[in-house]
């Protein structure tokens, strides 16, 4: 034990600092405000939202984009339960979010006194939390916490899911023992030797005998840092990689391997094809969702493929248990594989040909907004997108740097994408944060901007304003899906920060956007006008599909 | 069964309608677009928010007001999870809210399908709703479903708190089988006879050999609907009454036997002094929490009081078991108990004097805005509190209608204010609805006045700008209490509706507001600049205290 005893509240911010974190995202609240206190002291930046939801969503793309941990300081229950949905997203997408909440002390769980704040009993909030985390811990005791804190927060690492810490306000000041010494040593998880031989066996003689064989590199490469592994092997044999839309930007749209993103029927046709020609999908870390795999219908055959993930891994309908994914692609990375001569993929990535003149003083659309901004962003910008067509519209929007472009692509919840930038702005890795987010989306937590105004970032928002929720009208329209038209550019007026403009045209697209990059000194905000009715040809491809799967499904349940 | 078979979803909101429902609150998504359509197609309106959270609290605000049931109709998991903190504060306080989400076809469930907005399992959402509800279902057979809907409802009713119903995406449009025979028959609780004659016996006694017995009314009557009950007992016998912050409207200011709001430390002193003194509390559907019944310590002895609620029935330290509220009041009514002479308890409520030439040039501060309120709002105002010193300072304010002031007094959540007024502008119960919220809390959910334009609602907004977190610097100040200076007039101008106006003096705010009432055409927006470290009397008493408690707390578990 050193010296210099340390509180329970000052040795959790000094061993999260340890592990990497730099900036904590929360909200105070009576019971955390010690803790507050404690993050206040410590080299790690508080920066401090206006609302819960945001606050997850801070904390998880800025464990995105840092890939390591993101860490949310909330009080007991009406900050905590109001933070569900964001951890929820993390928890189904694999974001490692340290989740503190403050709570009440000990001596209340043992009176069992009606304080505020309580919902159900004292373990209500936690018990919630259970079912959208890893591991959590109520740090009663003192004597314990160092090593509650160290077990929780190894957990987060090794599972790349969201952990629950719940700090009572008073054992915030307490003194803590020093951890004990096994503590922090967590074993790396190991294969079953004879079923990963197996298992590597099979597959590269399935490999071997294929005739297009392509790597999809999804999600967990990039949480859990093994992108550079599965670069390795599609090098190594020459194979074409493409990415999905919730890895979207995993592999650098630069790499001569690459082929572009796949999911499904949102993908570009030439990338649907290819991949789904394939006789040999190596598909590396693939959440196989609705939305990521196809919506309405398995386009992808199962028997064409190899699939390994941190739960899973098979090869056709054949299972093999006790795999890890980083020993599987390193036993690829040295099997008697051939390698490929040479590359006869598509590169479906021509540049756009710049507008002509007659080109800017059209209306622009959801199609070549996509196009204007990938022509007028540089290249190490850092893309957040919202669900809706801010997203189902950026399939082809390249990215030429890693884990630059961040989406909740598989939970899909509305509202990530400004509190998104906030923790993007905050990791300040150099690029410049853009935000696209839709206009039901932004009426949910667009004014999070709040804080950027706050800590003085620079992120330029690109508002698609669509008069409603525009993904929708393709599934089922009706008055519900209207909003209140918003003047969206005085967004900049009420938080007292930002430029603000509001465009029509390709043109006028193109020239904001430059004068938005141009000045890096502020929060440049863009309003696009599309027509409404309008959408992207990914979307329309989504509706029809979405439309036809419920009738089929109808079909199929109501009887005559 | 009729000759007209109903859908599911059909037969959902005619029978919700039949229950007293006509306003539904919500945000579509794709699980839940069907569900929305046949809202839409029944006789309940469908007012679309803009973000969960205030959907919950929207519809938790209509319930208190109604007197009846709220409804909240989120689409799965990205909305279902967006609101559990809403739904916490309705089951902490007692608010029969009718959750209905959205939810995965059985078909998707049988296969085990990675569906997107699927967290865990399946069972994610409605597992996190069995903390925060009183009954769930979700609704995967057309043949059970109306008895299940039914079930649920009723124990929505029976307990006075929310519950969860899951409506599939495709069992929504299913032909329903009409409920069994048995389905609505809900039997009302009943009290152990010998248990409850025995406790009545004994209060008699107590209350006929106390010196100054006073009722404290609390929430339970009006969740209960037994406040009538309650009256006609103290005016039989000529006892004072006091309500709680929580159930601060449910005895009119105007009723002769009413003495005031208590809520321990927060009380004005005439109020504290006089309920505390009392030797026989009669403490009818009471929440014992810290907040409403004295921050610190315990202001009243457990020897003087009688306690009935839906859960515990006690005198001193004596408890009965099996004792039903209802039932207990009526007994006492029958009682063999002593009327009071006369009235004896002091009335803290002089109206204030008409503001003087120099008092309407002063900086209006916390303690005077509500004086003003007061003086301005017409008789049948209702009134949404937000949590912080919008509701703390509001104890002394007079409200001479029943059931006219709403706020989250035990549960304490920020950003229930605008939400909430959203809620009773729907109920539309002919009063003009008024919301006070502090600029934190505006800053969570203010930006819902969307929805106020969006249906051409004319509330008042009074927002009380002390910059920052002001509640929490009395207890402990640091910059994570601080927060961008909005300029929150410019909310007008951002969802194009409504009047703003800022005001300094206390003339300026009694201009505003005689202005605001008069136009009952729009909705006003009444920003109060309040010096900041300014707060209100009972706001000082309550920071002083928990400050006070935390060092107790501190000294008491830190070895020296």
């Known amino acids: 034990m050193s010296n210099k005893t340390q509180t329970v509240g000052e040795f959790l911010f000094d061993y999260l600092h340890k592990q990497g974190v730099n900036h904590a995202f929360g909200i105070p609240g ?15 930046e508080f920066i401090n939202m206006t609302h819960e ?10 464990s995105r984009v840092t890939g390591g941990l993101g860490v949310a300081v909330v009080t007991y229950c009406v900050g905590g339960l109001n933070m569900v949905n964001s951890i929820a997203g993390a928890y189904a997408e694999k974001s490692p979010v340290v989740v503190i909440s403050g709570g009440p002390s000990p001596s209340d769980r043992r009176n069992d006194s009606l304080i505020h704040h309580k919902v159900r009993t004292f373990d209500t909030q936690r018990r919630i939390y259970d079912e959208v985390t ?15 804190i160290i077990r929780v927060v190894a957990a987060a690492k090794a599972n790349s899911r969201p952990v629950y810490i719940e700090v009572p306000f008073d054992v915030t000041d307490m003194p803590i023992k020093a951890p004990s010494l096994h503590a922090s040593k967590v074993a790396a998880p190991v294969s079953d030797k004879d079923s990963l031989a197996a298992f590597v066996a099979q597959a590269a003689a399935f490999i071997n005998q294929a005739k297009q064989p392509v790597i999809v590199a999804d999600v967990e490469l990039h949480r859990l840092g093994l992108t550079d592994l599965a670069v390795e092997f599609a090098k190594k044999f020459n194979f074409p990689i493409a990415s999905t839309l919730l890895s979207k930007s995993v592999i650098s749209d630069k790499n001569p391997l690459f082929i572009g993103t796949y999911s499904g029927t949102l993908s570009l046709p030439v990338v649907k094809d290819y991949v789904e020609s394939s ?11 609705d939305v990521l795999y196809g919506f309405t219908k398995a386009n992808i055959q199962r028997n064409n493929t190899i699939l390994c993930t941190s739960e899973k891994a098979s090869i056709g309908h054949q299972h093999y248990e006790g795999i890890v994914l980083k020993e599987f692609i390193e036993a690829l990375l040295a099997a008697p594989i051939t390698p490929r001569a040479g590359f006869d993929h598509p590169n479906p990535y021509a540049p756009y040909p710049a507008l002509t003149d007659a080109q800017r003083a059209e209306q622009v659309d959801s199609d070549s907004f996509f196009e204007i901004i990938e022509q007028g962003m540089p290249d190490n910008t850092i893309i957040t997108s919202d669900t809706g067509d801010a997203l189902l519209g950026a399939i082809g929007l390249r990215t030429t740097k890693r884990n630059t472009f961040i989406a909740g692509a598989y939970y899909l919840s509305m509202g990530f994408g400004i509190p998104a930038a906030i923790g993007a702005c905050a990791a300040n890795l150099g ?3 853009m935000a696209m987010v839709g206009d039901g989306a932004f009426q949910m937590t667009g004014l999070e901007l709040s804080t950027a105004a706050k800590f003085g970032y620079n992120p330029i928002i ?3 304003n669509n008069d409603g929720y525009g993904t929708q009208r393709g599934i089922i329209d009706g008055d519900f899906n209207k909003l209140q038209q918003w003047k969206y550019t005085k967004t900049t007026d009420l938080i007292g920060y930002g430029k603000g403009v509001t465009v029509q045209t390709k043109g006028e697209l193109e020239s904001a956007l ?3 990059v141009a000045d890096t ?3 440049h905000f863009i309003e696009v006008m599309i027509p409404k009715g309008d959408c992207s040809r990914s979307l329309k491809r989504v509706g029809e599909g979405l439309a036809e799967q419920r009738d089929a499904t109808k079909r199929q349940k109501t009887p005559a």
Not at 53 to 62: E, I, M, R, T, W
Not at 140 to 147: F, K, S
């Open 30 to 44: 009576d019971f955390v405000l010690g803790t507050c206190r404690w993050l206040e002291k410590s080299p790690i």
């Open 53 to 62: 939801p945001s606050v997850g969503f801070a904390a998880d793309a800025y």
């Open 134 to 148: 890893c591991a959590s811990t109520v740090l009663l005791d003192p004597e314990t916490a160092a090593d509650e």
């Open 279 to 289: 006789d040999c999908l190596i598909m590396l870390g693939a959440f196989i969702s």
């Open 431 to 433: 690029g410049r944060v």
């Open 462 to 464: 690109l508002l698609l």
């Open 514 to 516: 430059k004068a938005a």
């Open 521 to 523: 000194d502020n929060l």
